[in-house]
């Protein structure tokens, strides 16, 4: 049964009473993508189209034959709500073929942009926003004459929102792509950039500082000089300035953090302090076999800067894109073994999971499967 209009384009309306820029329906925020379609025979606008289609992953659809289906089925309410009329609706082939030819970097950079502007219009924003950067391969594409498409992101730490996505090339790999991914973001000034291990580089802080934006970065084995570094500091006398303790997914692990303001020793620019996170954990069912794990990381930040907490806070949360995004599409919408490989399709598909995502998050959803039950 095709969900009511009502419960399933409530994510994708304006808020009630709200007319601040950028808070507008999805179709509005799109409105400006350039359309790959010729101009001669066009019957349905590229912004309702691609609002379709993000109704319909919302609603659990996984391909471009779901996707038409849900299309077909809803009622006449919902087609008029997205600009469609409803005794004309877009086909199969027609969807496919667009979406093949979209430049996926186009609407990522808009939808983020609205989702982020519903998402700091009912919520008191944070102190400073910190975005995670991290890449995730889309395995489903992989066919015998190439590899699987990967794609490298920037989230939102706060909202689980994608703000930027592109694509990496198989003939060269992530560290050539940070610098493009966050030229879709205009304004980053104040802002605080979060990355793994592989994006430990000079080149990426030296952009960074041009661009007016701190940053914390990991720090592991591919950068062997400053992880040695790093672990010959004197740990043992600093004592630890924040502990936490989680349980989940059957284990309980201790966090602690300590910090150390960087003056010699330190072969990288613009490093103020190092830190050093011991997570020691033990499953529930073994509480006396315990695992440690050691991790290092730098900041530009320096101590008046931000709080210890607060740095515990974005290290934690740098897996956000992990577990709220990635892991989701993966899991829910069993994207590594979706058969959509041509064209730019599976990166479009990807982009448009991501948009269901937050659509969904900034409403107050916490468990995307059963919000796709409800809807579908």
């Known amino acids: 049964m095709p969900a009511s209009p009502s419960s399933l384009i409530s994510a994708l309306s304006p808020p009630a009473g709200v007319t601040a820029p950028g808070t507008g329906g999805l179709p509005t925020a799109l409105a400006h993508l350039p359309d790959p379609r010729g101009r001669r025979g066009v019957r349905h606008r590229l912004p309702v189209v691609v609002s379709a289609a993000v109704c319909a992953l919302v609603a659990d659809c996984r391909s471009y034959t779901a996707i038409a289906e849900w299309i077909d089925d809803v009622p006449a309410a919902t087609m008029l709500a997205l600009g469609i009329n409803p005794d004309r609706r877009p086909s199969e082939t027609m969807i496919r073929r667009l ?87 205009s304004d980053l000034r104040g802002t605080v950039i979060t990355v793994d291990a592989l994006h430990c580089q000079r080149d990426h802080v030296t952009y960074l500082a041009e661009r007016g934006v701190d940053w914390t970065l990991t720090v592991k084995g591919n950068q062997p000089t400053l992880h040695q570094q790093l672990a010959g500091l004197p740990w043992r006398a600093v004592l630890d300035v924040t502990r936490e303790a989680g349980r989940g997914h059957g284990r309980r692990e201790i966090r602690t953090l300590k910090i150390l303001t960087v003056s010699t020793g330190i072969d990288f620019p613009h490093a103020a302090q190092a830190i050093q996170i011991r997570r020691r954990r033990h499953r529930l069912d073994q509480p006396r076999r315990f695992t440690t794990e050691t991790v290092y990381a ?16 974005w290290i934690r949360r740098h897996w956000h894109i992990e577990n709220q995004i990635h892991w989701v599409r993966d899991v829910t919408y069993d994207e590594d073994r979706s058969q959509i490989r041509t064209g730019t399709g599976p990166q479009v598909m990807a982009v448009l999971r991501n948009a269901a995502i937050g659509a969904l998050r900034i409403t107050g959803v916490t468990n995307i499967a059963a919000a796709n039950r409800h809807h579908a």
């Open 99 to 185: 979406l093949q030819a979209l430049d996926p970097d186009l609407p990522t950079a808009a939808i983020g942009d609205w989702l982020t502007g519903r998402a700091t219009t009912t919520e008191e924003p944070a102190t400073r926003q910190a975005i995670a950067v991290d890449g995730k391969t889309l395995r489903g594409s992989r066919s015998s004459g190439s590899t699987a498409r990967h794609v490298l992101a920037a989230c939102d730490q706060d909202t689980s929102v994608v703000l930027a996505s592109t694509d990496v090339d198989p003939k060269t790999n992530e560290i050539t792509r940070f610098a493009p991914l966050l030229d879709q973001i």
């Open 298 to 313: 730098i900041t530009n930040l320096h101590v008046h800067q931000a709080r210890p907490a607060q740095l515990a806070v």
